[in-house]
């Protein structure tokens, strides 16, 4: 099999990839093996412009927000499904902390930021501890749906192969790679967390962390918002609701931990005035990193292999656009931004 192009990965950074190569007309084939839990999968979806204790903007949000929106809801067209939908964040104040910064910086973040809070919409369901604020212009990707339209569409137009990528077939040269029996101008590793382990790309300064949630049944709670209140809560697919996340740096395996879903259960007890019931428990690593900025780009040495990869918790933001500006430096030469461009550990990577 003769291609320009091997995607190792079919998470959001691979789905977009493919997504923007097949814009452009390329010839491709995605590696993916269809794990059931993997750091893409097991996201909650959220878009939120906001971040931190601090309240700040989320990193280059002014240019990334609407590029996401834009990308998703063309993808939606092509995939003929709808899985992107504006979802405002309930910011519930648990501390007077909480509702003082949020106080301090509302006047300077009136983009946004506001007071107007629909509260008799919950009142019955939430504690309104000390008030609670609303974060605007958010949106919720059903990614799980995504990723599945994309796998399907992938299947049906002959540019996916079920199988795990094996590193020990892969055969490099200056211009072109040969994996198995395909041929290929480049190999773009879009893996998560399994590029940690690669030998090209494991020197990068990848700091994985562990992500769980819980999904719950809460009947009462409006599903017309997402609400962070010591946990976060955002409707999920079947009528249920994810609730996480944790930032664990230390941990043992990549499966659930009764810890954590003892703790989540106990901060459900004191928020909800309404009864809930636990259905699943999720977790996976995600591909972190100490800058909190992707990987993007080909290797200084061995131009034919390349990298999307590192989004953090961001991903369902970032990854449309740096896969569009990834595709566009492959077939056109554009730069890629400074700031995620792996150029900028050129010496790492060429020990």
Known sequence: MQVDYIIVGQGICGSF???YLQQHNSKF???DEGKTTTSSKVASGVINPITGRRLVRTWMIEEVLPFAVNAYQQLEQQLHCSFISPKNIIDVFTTPQMKLAFDERLPQETDYLSNAIPSQKFENVLHDFFGSGMINNCWLIDINLMLAQQRQHLIQSNNLLTELFDATQLQVSSNAVQYKHITAKKIIFCDGIGSTQNQWFNMLPFVPNKGEALLV???QLPRDYMYK???TIVPWQNNLFW???TY???FEDDKPTAQFKEKTIHTLQQILKTPF????HLSAVRPANIERRPFVGLHPIHPSIGILNGM??????LAPYFASQFVEHLLYNAPINPLVDIKRFEKILSR
Request: charged residues 20%; proline residues 0%; contains cysteine.
């Open 17 to 19: 990839m493919s997504h």
């Open 29 to 31: 084939v995605v590696l």
């Open 217 to 219: 049944q809460i009947d």
């Open 229 to 231: 209140c010591g946990v």
């Open 243 to 245: 609730v996480g996340s």
């Open 248 to 250: 664990e740096w230390k």
């Open 277 to 280: 019931k636990v259905v699943d």
């Open 312 to 317: 953090g918790t961001k991903g369902c933001s």
